[in-house]
């Protein structure tokens, strides 16, 4: 089995959107980069599921990626997320990505039309073939309806472009049979699992958690990826409880909701999205309080 080396590793951040009265918030947006620059965060990962990338138009993705890039310059790695269940349209957003310099992107399985596997395997293929930029596969079948099969991810892995899976399934056992027949990165898309998926090999989490409390986030993954298991489990023990409460409701209303509270953001989402029910917000409230990241 070809070993992968691995392009992308660390404590990575779903960043959300801030929007305010409708558009995005570009000073609340800097703030929030500089937030993980500061608390040590490994890589950026905006305009994904978390940053609610299909109520924005074509135009405000596109200008969103433009700006995170610009303002990071390269101190630490930009993942831009250029998903869609059109091929075309996800080649335009890499080959966007590919312009601006962003140094990967993250392109979730095509959701509603319900590709055969052949067929996620071909739309993967033609995004490599076409554009020269590390891709990263991003598997969340609670969220598109289709689920990329380990034996898929395998024949991926072979093309030299394709350079990790975020892997979002919520099954160890799918993670472990991506492990087992190709030796990719696996990066964990969720928070709970991001321990032991970790234990078991994988490289690194992206991260909603990582929104709130993004130094906690960085020390586990840091730990465990060092093999200080203790540590490591110390940490996920406390993270666990945010790690349920941010999906109470449906992501990002929880984590908006939190950065919100903790005045990082003005918690604005977009229809069909809405704010959370009361009785949801006051258990967020607690288990914030909790960790110690509001009074």
Do not use: W
Not at 139 to 158: C, D, F, H, M, Q
């Amino acid at each position: 089995m070809r070993k992968k080396k691995s392009v992308f590793e660390g404590s990575m951040v779903a960043l959300v959107t801030p929007f305010r009265n409708g558009k995005v918030d570009e000073k609340a947006l800097k703030g929030l980069l500089d937030f993980h620059l500061k608390e040590g965060t490994d890589v950026i990962v905006p305009c994904g599921t978390t940053g609610e990338s299909a109520t924005m138009s074509h135009q405000e993705h596109r200008d969103t990626m433009t700006f995170v890039v610009e303002y990071i310059n390269h101190r630490i790695p930009v993942i831009c997320g250029c998903g869609s269940n059109n091929t075309t349209e996800a080649l335009g957003l890499v080959q966007h990505a590919k312009k601006i310099k962003a140094d990967g992107v993250l392109v979730v399985t095509p959701y509603y039309n319900k590709p055969t596997q052949e067929g996620l395997f071909r739309h993967y293929q033609y995004l490599a073939s076409r554009v020269d930029i590390p891709i990263v596969l991003y598997n969340v079948p609670g969220r598109t309806g289709v689920s990329i099969a380990p034996e898929t991810v395998a024949r991926l892995s072979k093309i030299d472009t394709i350079v990790a899976i975020k892997e979002a399934s919520g099954s160890m056992d799918q993670a472990d049979q991506i492990m087992q027949l190709c030796d990719m990165p696996v990066l964990s898309g969720e928070d709970s699992l991001n321990f032991p998926l970790i234990a078991i090999g994988a490289r690194g989490v992206i991260s909603v958690v990582a929104n709130i409390a993004p130094r906690l986030m960085k020390n586990m993954v840091t730990a465990a990826l060092n093999g200080n298991m203790e540590e490591a489990r110390s940490i996920h023990k406390r993270l666990y409880p945010i790690s349920k409460t941010v999906f109470i409701e449906t992501n990002p209303i929880p984590v908006k909701t939190a950065l919100g509270m903790m005045g990082r953001i003005k918690p604005e989402l977009r229809m069909p999205l809405c704010e959370m029910m009361p009785e949801n917000e006051k258990k967020l409230a607690e288990v914030l309080k909790k960790l110690g990241v509001v009074k």
